[in-house]
């Protein structure tokens, strides 16, 4: 079962900070086995965005000499050729997508990120976003 909604960074806390209290109140050793395994779960959701950013940031560095942001333009802002971008974005995105799913997703797979989706892209966070929801719909 998948369960999916957004959240804020304080409720994100709230929540951590309620199953922990109700693990650590159960007598039942599996269902606090099951509650402290979601809290590690949640944790990891949270940084994963972070991830990501490091391995795009890894990507991106050696073809611009500009400052990398998630709300840096590629095109104009980072100055990455549209011929790279149109290119070989994709195979790189693709090389970071197996990478992460061979981390934390062992066994499943997704569709590659296609060449026009990659140049879709305009800033960095687009480029996270794409990754992150290819990695999510991973069966």
């Known amino acids: ?4 909604f957004d959240i804020d960074q304080q409720e994100v806390d709230l929540l951590i900070n309620s199953l922990t209290l109700v693990a650590g109140q159960t007598n039942d050793q599996n269902s606090r086995d099951k509650l402290l395994l979601i809290i590690q ?5 949270v940084g994963f965005e972070d991830v990501v950013f490091h ?4 990507l991106l560095d ?12 590629l095109r ?4 990455i050729s549209t011929q790279w971008i149109d290119n070989f974005l994709a195979q790189g995105c693709n090389n970071i997508l197996d990478y992460l799913l061979i981390l934390y ?3 499943k797979t997704t569709s590659p990120i296609t060449n ?4 879709s892209c305009e800033t960095v966070q687009d480029i996270i976003d794409l990754i992150k929801t290819k990695y999510e719909g991973a069966l």
């Open 55 to 58: 391995y795009v940031y890894q």
């Open 105 to 107: 997703k062992p066994k």
């Open 41 to 45: 779960e949640i944790k990891a959701d």
């Open 1 to 4: 079962m998948k369960i999916s």
């Open 76 to 79: 104009n802002g980072l100055v």
């Open 116 to 119: 026009s989706e990659a140049s």
């Open 62 to 73: 050696p073809y611009t000499k500009q400052d990398i942001l998630k709300s840096s333009n």
